[in-house]
């Protein structure tokens, strides 16, 4: 394809489109697309002097202009793709006609930062205050893991305490959200001084010292490469009563080991159940925003809404955390815009350079996104799709871009470096201290985040209806006109409070978030 240089805003303003019909929406004067609110059969109203050429299905994009073959095709007023043959109004506009193609980005950085206003009085929700300041949302006993041959064990400790199983168990301590084993596959058979075994260590360590956890019992099998005192060690940690460790190899096998792990677990339930709420400002809340399951819609409901919530958020002191990189890829020009300095544009951009290079390491495209669900839904290239995922984080300032698990200590919209695949990218932020995760979807993702509560944002109100037992909110009443995007946003902001006051997530009701503990492997496995 043609390579072209993007402007941002600066292009030629284009002729407008005239008598558009009310079943398309047109998200930028210079689109080429229009995009279906429900599926429309051929020969039904596009425009002016023109009809839909072919069936257009719901959240899919037909043709309001023509584009010649190699040419540029715009959504959001942005490059989405390149035409591979010449393509006619009123045609559909998918993988059948469009593809990827190279273009410049024009960074700019900083040249879209402003003021970003704060309220007065910040809102408040009701958090726990644990000793040392930090404030939780939940309040769990976490049974962490060193390798994966320790799992077993650790999710026995951890089943001993399931309340529908044992209900008994914690029938004494209601303050306590319960006791949750996070295991992985990982932890040997890796390079010990490599950038494989710094990530893993980075990882946990952000989840033993999490707000969410009252305590901590961290468990390995003795001979591993990722030793327990190596990384407790590397990562600053403490023993404490709070943060214990032992193995499997140490303390006799299997059998004594679940044994000593139950004992070690009702002893930290009474200190635990001593918490209560309290109102805190809502600038200790930090959201990890997600989207999984995209579609068509994404960009255009449930994204833009959530990132309306995110600036009332900020408006309020608290943080935001915008990740996927693979999944902002051919959008970051719009991030760097809005970097308060270059050198906070220029981390994002590196990890964006970081991304070229792995997967031309492991002859990987980073198109291979969007998914088939994605596809499904409406979304032809990761251009697309990127465009729609920023837009979860909002309009004010990036201050602040983090590597994967890195601690966020920055206050306001930032960037953490994260694959797209959501379990990894929300492990990623929960370690950097996420107490709260935000998660769009459009096709009906199931995920939850132990410890952190996990908000679902349906984009359409057909998954709704189908998916109504796993999701937390309808945004799909934003494209039929019912409610805007800002009333959208600030119903979001309110339930973040409500969630981070202790309100039930769909995800935490199902019991969600064990099983979604998936720290980045990266690297050789030996």
């Not at 229009?34 to 599926?39: C, F, L, T, V, W």
């Not at 295991?183 to 990882?203: F, K, V």
């Not at 309020?316 to 990740?323: E, K, M, P, V």
Request: aromatic share 4%; hydrophobic share 40%; charged share 20%.
């Amino acid at each position: 394809m043609n390579s072209t240089l993007l402007h941002s805003g600066t292009e030629t303003a284009r002729a407008p489109i005239e008598g558009l019909s009310p079943q398309l929406i047109l998200l930028h004067a210079r689109d080429d697309v229009a995009i279906a609110r429900q599926q429309l059969l051929p020969g039904a109203p596009l425009m002016a002097g023109a009809v839909v050429g072919g069936l257009i299905p719901a959240g899919h994009k037909v043709a309001v202009r023509a584009v010649a073959a190699n040419q540029a095709v715009r959504r959001y007023g942005q490059i989405i793709g390149f035409a591979k043959r010449d393509i006619r109004v009123g045609e559909h506009i998918h993988t059948h006609n469009m593809a990827m193609g190279d273009f410049e980005r024009d960074y700019a950085y900083g040249v879209d930062a402003h003021p970003t206003p704060r309220v007065d009085a910040p809102r408040t929700f009701l958090g726990i205050r644990r000793a040392d300041g930090r404030i939780a949302t939940r309040n769990y006993i976490g049974i962490l893991t060193s390798v994966n041959c320790s799992a077993t064990v650790a999710r026995a400790i951890a089943d001993h305490f399931r309340r529908d199983i044992h209900p008994e168990a914690l029938a004494d301590y209601p303050n306590v959200d319960g006791v949750v084993a996070l295991t992985h596959g990982q932890g040997c058979a890796l390079d010990s001084e490599g950038e494989a075994i710094g990530l893993i260590r980075r990882t946990l360590a952000g989840y033993a010292r999490h707000a969410n956890f009252s305590a901590v019992l961290m468990i390995g099998l003795g001979c591993e490469t990722n030793q327990i005192d190596g990384l407790v060690e590397s990562q600053g940690l403490k023993r404490s009563e709070t943060l214990r460790t032992m193995t499997i190899q140490q303390t006799g096998g299997t059998a004594r080991t679940v044994a000593s792990g139950i004992e070690q677990v009702k002893a930290l339930l009474p200190e635990a159940n001593r918490v209560t709420r309290e109102p805190v400002s809502a600038e200790h809340l930090i959201v990890g925003l997600q989207c999984g399951g995209s579609d068509g819609y994404s960009g255009i409901t449930a994204n833009p809404a959530l990132g309306a919530a995110v600036d009332r958020l900020v408006a309020h002191g608290g943080t935001a955390i915008l990740s996927e990189t693979p999944e902002v890829y051919g959008a970051e020009h719009l991030l760097t815009r809005r970097a308060v300095s270059r050198d906070v544009g220029e981390k994002l951009v590196a990890r964006i350079r970081w991304w070229e290079d792995h997967c031309a390491r492991m002859n990987a495209d980073m198109n291979n996104n969007p998914s088939a669900g994605n596809k499904a839904g409406g979304l032809t290239t990761i251009l697309e799709k990127s465009l729609g995922a920023v837009a979860k984080g909002g309009t004010t300032n990036l201050v602040d871009a983090y590597e994967y698990a890195q601690p966020v200590t920055a206050h306001g919209l930032v960037f953490m470096d994260t694959p797209g695949y959501d379990p990894v990218s929300a492990t990623g932020q929960v370690a950097g201290g996420a107490n709260l995760i935000c998660f769009t979807t459009g096709r009906g993702s199931a995920y939850g985040c132990a410890p952190s509560p996990s908000l679902k944002l349906g984009t359409n109100t057909a998954l709704w209806i189908r998916q109504e037992e796993d999701i937390d909110l309808n945004c799909g009443r934003i494209v039929e006109g019912e409610q805007s995007i800002d009333e959208v946003g600030a119903q979001i902001f309110e339930l973040m409070l409500a969630t981070a006051s202790g309100a039930a997530t769909k995800s935490e009701l199902h019991g969600y978030g064990q099983n979604e503990f998936v720290p980045w492997h990266i690297g050789a496995t030996m």
